[in-house]
Nanobody, 128 residues
Framework: EVQLVESGGGLVQAGGSLRLSCAASGFTFDDYAIGWFRRAPGKEREGVSC????????YYAHSVKGRFTISSDNAKNTVYLQMNNLKPEDTAVYYC?????????????????????WGQGTQVTVSS
């Protein structure tokens, strides 16, 4: 059974940092795409960043590029999202999701289609 467990959310002041973790189990960490999505109150779900097992391909939404960094530790089956210089508009519930093919994340973008497995979400709140 595929399981994803997020952690690392919390309350931080604007300009601060948080690191989210997504611990994955139930599938081999050799052909996958892991995406981070977020949903703010009253807004549509947004794809924030993804990473692929293919040469560690990554993608960042324009709104977070230069501030967020996604990485993976294959030995721990864990993907991280380092979030720096956080802004109040980053406030949302953050979800990690897994697609069991590398091509669900490309350097040109990604969508929720193909991400069949989702974590429970972790709240990130950035105060001004």
């Amino acid at each position: 059974e595929v399981q994803l467990v997020e952690s690392g959310g919390g309350l931080v002041q604007a300009g601060g940092s948080l690191r989210l973790s997504c611990a994955a189990s139930g599938f081999t960490f050799d052909d996958y795409a892991i995406g981070w999505f977020r949903r703010a109150p009253g807004k549509e779900r947004e794809g924030v960043s993804c990473i692929s097992s293919s040469d560690d391909t990554t993608y960042y939404a324009h709104s977070v590029k230069g501030r967020f960094t996604i990485s993976s530790d294959n030995a721990k089956n864990t993907v991280y999202l380092q979030m720096n210089n956080l802004k109040p508009e980053d406030t949302a519930v953050y979800y990690c999701a897994a697609g069991l093919k590398y091509y669900y994340c490309s350097g040109y973008g990604f969508a929720s289609r193909g991400y069949d497995y989702w974590g429970q979400g972790t709240q990130v709140t950035v105060s001004s």
